[in-house]
């Protein structure tokens, strides 16, 4: 090989290992294989909700903002196409609202007819636990009580690969 070949050669693998790092979340605090944080608080249609009454169930901890953008648009697909898909394969979502109280969360979400709890998290009490910063965030947490998926940001790809592994979770 002649060394601009190597150079060229030596790039690319540098490339693609650097693509691959994307991959890892540096702002991640927990992580696929941890236990979660234990998540409760009171919903805004006001149920107490907490992870632990859905032990061996999977269950999507949905950590969002309630800014426009990324966050309210991914939290309408879950409603929409996620919950009516999964929920009578015993699929069970939490949605988590960083920085802001029931009253506004209760208002921003009025018009999405949301089924499944959404609790407030005005001081990020419950968000740090699972993350530094970034949002939204999925932590999919299996069957046996370990987070099984976590996910940073939206796309439909990223929606994607969510519901593959939900689908995967729930066939065990």
Do not use: N
């Not at 490339?15 to 998540?39: E, I, N, Q, S, T």
């Amino acid at each position: 090989m002649t060394m601009k070949i190597r150079k060229y050669t030596a790039l690319v693998l540098l490339g693609l290992l650097g693509l691959a790092g994307l991959r890892a979340d540096p702002w991640d605090v927990a992580k696929v294989g941890d236990r979660p944080f234990p998540v409760s608080g009171t919903a805004i249609d006001g149920r107490s909700v907490s992870l632990d009454q859905f032990k061996g169930k999977v269950v999507l901890v949905y950590l969002f903002s309630t800014q426009p953008g990324a966050g309210m648009t991914e939290l309408m697909l879950l409603e929409r196409d996620m919950w009516p898909r999964y929920k009578s394969a015993g699929l069970q979502i939490i949605g988590v609202a960083r920085d802001t109280d029931a009253r506004k969360l209760a208002e921003a979400v009025r018009a999405m007819h949301i089924e499944f709890p959404l609790i407030p998290d005005p001081k990020k009490d419950i968000f740090l636990h699972y993350a530094s910063r970034g949002h939204p965030r999925a932590y999919l947490v299996g069957k046996d009580g370990t987070i099984r998926l976590s996910s940073l940001g939206y796309s439909d790809d990223e929606l994607d690969r969510i519901s593959a592994v939900v689908d995967r979770e729930l066939k065990r």
